[in-house]
T-cell receptor
Framework: AQKITQTQPGMFVQEKEAVTLDCTYD???????LFWYKQPSSGEMIFLIY??????QNATEGRYSLNFQKARKSANLVISASQLGDSAMYFC???????????????FGKGITLSVRP | DAGVIQSPRHEVTEMGQEVTLRCKLI?????LFWYRQTMMRGLELLIY????????DSGMPEDRFSAKMPNASFSTLKIQPSEPRDSAVYFC???????????FGSGTRLTVV
């Protein structure tokens, strides 16, 4: 089974509007972390936001917020006031801590392409 | 400033040749990850190290791939012999101490012809 599922096709949003990028995950580990990364056309991977499984509040970082619904196992990224520079590929990822706490690898979803229209 | 530097940025080689990708960590890291990105398979973890020790190499495709981390700030990923299906972008990443986010290098775009 896939650990991270991103099923939306290419997304389009009008500049200055908000957009939600969907991510669902699958784990039996009670301790895990969820991440979102941005990959513009230049290719670099840019860390955006992190949510821990025990965090009581949804994470926010500037225009980015993470809508964390633990029971539904979803971790959607919300980008407010979209800008042209937000056009990129967006990846959701998960880190499962494991019983020893030594497992630190990130597992990525397939990504979602976002295009911001002027 | 904790950073990840990869070299080369681009590599074009002929099938059968040996390829070595390099990754340098700039201070404050204790883990290192090698990922491969292709259109078909997305981002795949190849291998990762904690404190210079390989922890999980289950993603290494086959014996043609090998990775080393001789010290806390440097790692190599070697492909010998290379094949056209190895063409991909290879990322090195690390998790700086005291942070949640993983820092990625700029990647090496490998083309095997």
């Amino acid at each position: 089974a896939q650990k991270i599922t991103q099923t939306q096709p290419g997304m389009f949003v009008q500049e200055k509007e908000a957009v939600t990028l969907d991510c669902t995950y699958d784990t039996s580990d009670p301790s895990y972390g969820l991440f979102w990364y941005k990959q513009p056309s230049s290719g670099e991977m840019i860390f955006l936001i992190y949510q821990g499984s025990y965090d009581q509040q949804n994470a926010t970082e500037g225009r980015y917020s993470l809508n964390f619904q633990k029971a539904r196992k979803s971790a959607n990224l919300v980008i407010s006031a979209s800008q042209l520079g937000d056009s990129a590929m967006y990846f959701c990822a998960m880190r499962e801590v494991g019983f020893t706490g030594a497992n630190s690898k990130l597992t990525f979803g397939k990504g979602i392409t976002l295009s911001v229209r002027p | 400033d904790a950073g990840v530097i990869q070299s080369p940025r681009h590599e074009v080689t002929e099938m059968g040749q040996e390829v070595t990708l390099r990754c340098k960590l700039i201070s404050g890291h204790n883990s290192l990850f090698w990922y491969r990105q292709t259109m078909m398979r997305g981002l795949e973890l190849l291998i990762y190290f904690n404190n210079n020790v390989p922890i999980d190499d289950s993603g290494m495709p086959e014996d043609r791939f090998s990775a080393k981390m001789p010290n806390a700030s440097f790692s190599t990923l070697k492909i010998q012999p290379s094949e056209p299906r190895d063409s991909a972008v290879y990322f090195c990443a690390s998790r700086p101490q005291g942070t949640y986010g993983y820092t990625f290098g700029s990647g090496t775009r490998l083309t095997v012809v």
